[in-house]
């Protein structure tokens, strides 16, 4: 198994510009989530999903939108990149959103100028 | 609001001794409580995890220890190794919040040789 991946590793944007940051996972896991690390504040939730066609939001969702297709993709939108969005971002999935434990991906660094 | 934080931001430890990372949690209905590892450049990784029914839970070489009495979450680590040297977080969730998963601020552990 890859666990859960992450493309790219590194991307900068100019300011309105927009992309998309991929997350994917082979373990059949029903839960998939986006945070964000910036420094000294931890991880914070963006989005998540408990299963196919299933979306919420997270502590932090402002500037980013969601899609869960199908179960082992959970890609994640800026559709206009501001400098605060630069940040690192991390997927996650696991069996279950409830006290299952999460699996992280490698991380996203995103540098938006 | 609900918050989950680490008591010290950074820790030396000499290689050899023992390390106790503590972190304090305000959500009474956690149920559900995890420590990540996270090395620089890559994504948090599972350490060791611990239910609200237990107060000790014991892997290979650290220990979690949980005092639901005064919101108290403790790691221990034994014989502190280089590779130990890391950024740790500890992280709940619970029902009552959909199961999303907080995370604290992680505190810094550096191992000295």
């Known amino acids: 198994n890859a666990g859960v991946t992450q493309t790219p590793k590194f991307q900068v944007l100019k300011t309105g510009q927009s992309m998309t940051l991929q997350c994917a996972q082979d373990m059949n896991h029903e839960y998939m989530s986006w945070y964000r690390q910036d420094p000294g504040m931890g991880l914070r939730l963006i989005h998540y999903?408990?299963?196919?066609?299933?979306?919420d939001q997270g502590e932090v969702p402002n500037g980013y939108n969601v899609s869960r297709s199908t179960t082992e993709d959970f890609p994640l939108r800026l559709l206009s990149a501001a400098p605060s969005q630069t940040s690192v971002y991390f997927c996650?999935?696991?069996?279950?959103?409830?006290?299952?434990?999460?699996?992280f991906g490698p991380g996203t660094r995103l540098l938006v100028l | 609001g609900e918050s989950v934080g680490l008591h010290l931001p950074t820790l030396s430890v000499q290689e050899g001794d023992n390390s106790i990372i503590n972190c304090a949690y305000s959500?009474?209905?956690?149920?559900?409580f995890i420590w990540y590892k996270q090395e620089s450049g890559k994504g948090p990784q599972f350490i060791i995890d611990i239910r609200s029914n237990m107060d000790k839970r014991q892997g290979q070489r650290v220990t979690v220890l949980l005092n639901k009495t005064v919101k108290h979450l403790s790691l221990q680590i034994a014989a502190t190794q280089p590779g130990d040297s890391a950024v740790y977080f500890c992280a709940e969730n619970s029902r009552s919040n959909d199961y999303k998963l907080s995370f604290g601020a992680g505190t810094t552990v550096t191992v000295r040789a």
């Open positions: 996650a999935s696991s069996y279950s959103g409830g006290g299952e434990t999460q699996y």
């Open positions: 959500n009474s209905a956690s149920d559900y």
């Open positions: 999903s408990v299963g196919a066609g299933i979306t």
